[in-house]
DNA sequence: ATTATTTATATCGTTCACGATGCAAATATA
DNA sequence: TATATTTGCATCGTGAACGATATAAATAAT
């Protein structure tokens, strides 16, 4: 017999990973429709936050490595959705940079967030409860950063 | 400036994302030791719970295509984890069993749920509100499992 | 001023993840 | 029974992820 611990459905990671996956596919037909994947939306909103940003800066908020990231946006750069460029200051640096694509992307999916949001909504997830999970999720981002950081 | 739902942290899925690929890290030395991925990890555990299941249902257990499992099965078969045979009743399916090396896991493997659950534990997670935690992953997992199959 | 170390980014190899497509066995239909 | 459709699995191409490693610029140490 299966001990108890190895169920699946006692796994808090394979219900994460899961959601994240199924969630992902729901942007996908937005983003497609953009010529954008689910990273590279992410690069998005990390820009429109701030934009001209070294690659080092993009990986770190996004929780990255540079050798995940540096792909990506080259892929990026290539679709004309932002602009690589050696730093003036520190020339190790590379700034990246929106384009006016890249900018006027943000108004083109001003609805996607709105429409994934209450896709999501059910007996469990409701504007009262989300919080919770915000907090929950969190919390298990921030032990395992420690974690991983304090090595 | 940037518009309010495109904040990062303001983000579900990015929180999920990002939670979802932590674990998996965490999990990495300790599967690495044993010569597994985490994906592979779940399909040890998809047969511990019952041996002997055709690609199909391995897939359909973790919500993955069968474009996916494939070719990870048959990393697994190479490294002796398993074996692929064809379905004596219906020559279609691919039959999935583990060797004694795949059952022997589940021993040697023994510590690790305990070890990555207690890691994750803090403020806001703990044995009185995982639970609840769960109840929102399923419900986020099952409102989008019904909008892909629907259509 | 040299040399050593650190930092920022990139390259390489392997493993997912998945959309699109292909193929053969099984089943349904004519 | 012949043909069409469905089903189960596989192949292919692309884009992440990430560990390991490389390279060049910047900084620290001698």
Chains 1, 2 share one sequence.
Not at 26 to 49: C, I
Not at 66 to 92: I, Q
């Amino acid at each position: 017999m299966i001990k108890p611990q190895f169920k699946l459905d006692n796994q808090l990671c394979f219900r994460l990973y899961t959601a994240s996956r199924l969630i992902t596919q729901a942007y996908h037909p937005m983003l497609a429709e953009q010529g954008l994947t689910y990273p590279q939306y992410l690069v998005l909103m990390v820009l429109w936050e701030k934009d001209a940003q070294p690659v080092n800066d993009i990986a770190k908020r996004l929780r990255l490595e540079t050798n995940t990231v540096t792909p990506l946006l080259k892929r990026m750069e290539t679709e004309g959705f932002l602009t690589r460029s050696r730093g003036r200051e520190d020339a190790r640096q590379i700034i990246v940079k929106l384009t006016k694509k890249g900018r006027d992307l943000q108004e083109k999916l001003a609805d996607v967030p709105e429409a994934i949001g209450s896709s999501l909504l059910c007996e469990s997830v409701t504007p009262a409860t989300i919080p919770s999970l915000y907090a929950m999720l969190d919390g298990i981002i921030h032990q395992l950063q420690n974690k991983q950081t304090n090595q």
